[in-house]
C-alpha cells in the first residue's frame, strides 16, 4: 500500500492519454491549472475481478475555460481484504483523501482547490452504497473538504471507474 509519502510521490502515474508521468510533473501542471482559476477533482474506483481488486486514483483539473486533463495511477491488491463492499468503497475514498492530503501539506493547496468525488450514493436514493454515504462524506468532511456523491461524482464514476477495469 501506498503509506508514506516517498513511495506514494514514487508512484507511476499516468496521463490520461497513458503516457507515464511523475507525481512531480503533474505539481507542475497543477501549479499552472491553478494560476488559471481550475479547480482539482479527485476521484477513486475499484473493480474486483479473478484473483485481484484493482484500485485506480484519479486527478483530474478542469474549470475556468481551462482544456479539462487527468492523471492516474492503479493498483491490483488481493481481494481477501475487500471482500465487502463497504470495505473497497472505505478504501477508495481513503485513497482520494490520501492524495488531497498530499497535496494540501506537501504542496500547500488550499482544500477549496480541491473537490473529492466518492463513488456512492446519496443516502435518500437506497442504493447497495448509500447506506455509508454519510459516513464517507463525514470523513472527508473531516480534513476539510468537499466533496459530491454520484451522478455528480464524475471523477470516480466515470474517470477513474474507466481505468479500474
Known sequence: MLEDNAEYLSTIWYT?????????????????RLEKGATIYIGSDSFPSKGKVCFATTICLHGNGTR???FFFKENLSPSSYKNLVTRITEETRRSVRVAELLMTNHDIEPSNIELHLDVSPFASNNG????????????????????????????????????K
Open 129 to 164: 452504497t448509500s447506506k455509508h454515504s454519510e459516513m464517507l462524506k463525514g470523513y472527508v468532511s473531516g480534513y476539510g473538504l468537499e466533496c459530491k456523491l454520484k451522478p455528480n461524482a464524475w471523477a470516480s464514476q466515470t474517470v477513474a471507474d474507466k481505468h479500474s
Open 68 to 70: 479539462g486533463r487527468y
Open 16 to 32: 490520461g492519454s497513458r503516457k507515464k508521468t511523475t507525481f512531480k510533473e503533474i505539481l507542475n501542471i497543477i501549479d499552472e
